[in-house]
């Protein structure tokens, strides 16, 4: 009689192996950063509007390196409060057709399956239309901006493409199906929530979050409460279950 053999899968990087490669990208593109830095303030003076031009550069290598620091945050962050549960984290997941990546894939064996997007806008409140399922960006004397790409739109995409290729992180159609997935937006400060009315709120174990809908319920949370967040949706389902 013949028998299966189980195909080893080799996972994408993830938890300590994935930091330290976040931790070492960052550190290259601060010295990039740096240098550039240096011969903007070198120039400045010397050309005029070219060293401005120089000075402009920096700012893309600048953005990335806010947002590796804030991968960086997050993950150790839940590494260490969930690691007891076998957490697995990966970030920085390519997905076809996206304009970002999907910035963490957090999966709790048997528990939990959690989509992260980790966004700022800078000094300004995000507004959500429940009307239109759109968010926007409200900034003092801009007034209010549709957020596009939309966080709630990708994370919906990124939710497709987890279950189409589910086998990648080791996951069956089984565990996919039955496993509690969340798909939550991290606001970075200095950008903020908007005030909302209570009814626009749920309650999340003990902790009350904002859901919005577009593509399926999406939870928005402020940074600090990304630990909270997922010890009260863990709690939710274990009351379920008993």
Known sequence: ????EKKDITLPPH?????????????????KYGGINLAA?????????PGVFIYALAYKPLDRILKIARLIGVMCQVLKEFQHLGVQVFPTLEVPGQKNPLDLLVKIPKKAHILISIRSKGESKIVYNEEKEAL???RKRKGLKVWKPCPLVELGDYTNWLNKN?????????EVRNVPLAKVLILWKPTLIDDRKDEYYTTVG??????????????LIPEEDIVKFIKAFLASYEEKET
């Open 1 to 4: 009689m013949q028998t299966t």
């Open 206 to 219: 003990s902790l009350k979050v904002l859901i919005l809908k577009r593509k399926g319920a999406a939870f």
């Open 166 to 174: 589910r086998e990648l992180f080791g996951m069956s159609s089984r």
């Open 136 to 138: 926007y960006v409200k």
């Open 15 to 31: 938890n300590w192996e994935a930091l330290e490669q976040l931790k070492g990208e960052k550190t290259f593109l601060s010295f």
């Open 41 to 49: 303030l070198v120039l400045i003076p010397l050309l005029g509007y």
